[in-house]
């Protein structure tokens, strides 16, 4: 006897189509020559060989019954026959003495029953499985309706071995040939994916690029993918358009939990009607799947964790709504290295998402930031221009003021400057830290300002009797950018210079070009700056703890503000120093062309 479905058989021309769809023409050619020498030169009537597709064998050559094409049965159907077969050689022999007689699709010769013990019966099965080299059973040549009535001799088992041979190397052939076709679509398909949502730098907008390509390529006929946003916000669920779905809190939360677990040991879950139940779930939830499947009139899943390093991002689902296409092995490669792909844009996805919250809050505070600047310095401004016109007006009247009274107006004097310029540098701080408005591109001489700072710290100098060392060449020495600007970083770092340098001690000024850049080095035999000190140097209102420093005058500004016009104009500033051994700050700008 031969397997055969028992339903309603389609028409020659539409399984021909679908043998060759499935297998090349060529296959299906080769396959039909060893049928036919099977039926012209070892004497039998019917020669059948099947392929495995999944979990059953489908028949893509019958000399016998040509309406059967691409009719399948159960795989597991012919493994309980052939454990009762006789083993001749590569041929299995299942006489209808011991077969199951088990349902299922077999198809019964309609031939006389005859008394000889040697003649062949319509029950008996002879049948060459097709094994690969790990053993698998990949498909099988059976063969029936031996011409002259007579179970085979051994003569007749030789001529079907070799029959057997061919059609096994056939049929590995074309599993091969589909598995490797298959392998190449899935790599194309991750490709595809990685290249449709690599762009993607919102989550939407990554989970919107993925849904066709995952549906097509994996002919699926539903998609859900569950990402893991914050872990104090939940879960962000997207599903298709066309599909309006409610999933239960059960499954929300098996599946989230399945999530981690399947992506550590690196697992891809298929469930489906009349399937096994993983190993990952328990029977209820099982079958709760399985009934939300038939409820939206699906076949089956396939669960891929999303994650990326040690991290689980999620989970991504496809259903189908074919029960006969099951998701291959291949298949469930390729969607475990979707997941890591995936994962890692899903990633990358929420971390920009991040970054542009986090931008967008500093934006907004460096906004307010500067709104404050700018207020506050207006409000102290005021008061401040009255109380130095008052103080004039006190000062000038040499005869009402006593002298016990002067010192106390020469400190309100100090104090009222010292706050002016904690507004100057304050207002000179938010007006560079605008980062809109665009930056001047004039050449700037470095030279002439390099002088003009000697110049306003010469009284400085004088009082302390420093040694100044001035190298700047004769020629100017033109920088690209904002005079303004430049001038105050140059004053800033000379007079400091100046006023942390104890007296009868050095100051060396060093400008010189360098090609496309220019250079600008001011070194003292000051204080210095400890390590601790110097990592903190460039910031906003700090002073530092040592005591000789903090007793010299400033707003803790003027470092930050070179700081800040140095990075304007695309240069860099940089300081070596150590305690008791002085300083020496370097400044390097682009050149002007």
């Known amino acids: 006897m031969t397997a055969a479905d028992s339903q309603a058989l389609p028409s020659r021309e539409s399984t021909l189509a679908t043998a060759a769809w499935l297998t090349p023409d060529t296959l299906v050619e080769n396959l039909q020559l060893i049928a036919d020498g099977v039926v012209a030169i070892a004497g039998f009537a019917v020669a059948a060989i099947r392929i495995r597709r999944g979990e059953e064998l489908e028949l893509v050559v019958d000399t016998g019954r040509p309406e059967s094409i691409g009719s399948r049965i159960p795989l597991s159907l012919m493994i309980s026959e052939l454990m009762l077969a006789e083993d001749w050689g590569s041929l299995q022999f299942v006489p209808h003495e011991v077969s199951s007689g088990a349902e299922g699709g077999w198809i019964v010769p309609d031939v006389e029953i005859s008394d000889d013990p040697d003649a062949w019966h319509p029950l008996d099965m002879l049948v060459a499985p097709l094994y690969d080299a790990q053993g698998e059973l990949r498909g099988t040549l059976a063969i029936d309706e031996p011409v002259d009535g007579q179970r085979p001799g051994v003569e007749r088992r030789r001529t079907l071995e070799r029959f057997a ?70 879960d962000r669920m997207y599903t298709p358009e066309n599909v309006e779905l409610v999933l239960p809190p059960k499954i929300v939360e098996f599946a989230a939990r399945s999530a981690s677990y399947c992506w550590h040991h690196q697992l891809v879950v298929t469930i489906g009607v009349g399937q096994p139940v993983p190993s990952v779930m328990r029977a209820k939830q099982y079958y709760e799947i399985v009934d939300l499947l038939q409820g939206i009139e ?21 259903t189908r709504r074919d029960a006969g296409h099951e998701w291959t092995t291949i298949e469930r490669t390729a969607l475990l290295d979707i997941g890591h792909d995936l994962g890692r844009a899903t990633l990358n996805a929420r971390t920009f998402e991040r970054e542009h919250a986090l931008v967008t809050e500093l934006q907004a505070l460096d906004t307010y930031k500067s709104q404050l600047i700018s207020t506050v310095s207006h ?53 560079i830290g605008e980062t809109h408005k665009p930056l001047g591109r004039d050449r700037v001489d470095l030279v002439a300002l390099v002088h003009e700072a000697v110049a306003m710290t010469a009284l400085l100098v004088d009082s302390k009797d420093l040694v100044l060392d001035l190298a700047v060449p004769d020629s100017p020495v033109l920088a690209l950018g904002e005079r303004e ?107 002007a062309p």
């Open 165 to 234: 041979a061919l059609a096994s190397r056939a049929v590995l052939s074309a599993v091969e040939r589909e598995a490797f076709a298959e392998q190449v679509a899935m790599a194309e398909m991750v490709k595809e994916v990685v290249r449709t949502t690599s762009a993607q730098l919102s989550l939407d907008g990554l989970l919107e690029a993925s849904e066709s390509t995952l549906v097509e390529g994996f002919r699926a006929s539903g998609l859900w993918i569950q990402t893991v946003v914050e872990e104090d916000r939940g």
């Open 379 to 431: 409000e102290l401004k005021s008061p401040l221009t009255t109380v130095a016109g008052h103080l004039e007006i006190l000062e000038s009247d040499t005869e009402g003021i006593g002298d016990q009274a002067r010192p106390s107006l020469a400190a309100i004097g100090r104090a009222s400057q010292r706050m002016s310029r904690v507004i100057e540098d304050l207002l000179l701080l938010r007006k």
């Open 298 to 318: 699906m076949s089956s899943l396939v669960f891929v964790p999303l994650g990326a390093g040690r991290e689980h991002m999620g989970s991504l689902v496809l």
């Open 485 to 591: 600007e430049l001038d105050k970083v140059v004053l800033n770092v000379v007079s400091n210079a100046a006023k942390y340098t104890p007296a009868g001690r050095q100051v060396r000024i060093n400008l010189h070009s360098t090609g496309d850049g220019v250079v600008l080095q001011v070194a003292d035999q000051g204080l210095g700056i400890s390590e601790e000190d110097q990592a903190q140097l460039f910031t906003e209102f700090f002073r530092s703890n040592n005591p000789e420093a903090v007793a010299q005058p400033g707003t803790g500004l003027g470092l930050a503000i070179v700081k800040r016009i140095v990075d304007r104009h695309r240069g860099t500033v940089t300081v070596e120093s150590a305690l008791g051994r002085g300083s020496t700050f370097t400044i390097a700008l682009p050149a």
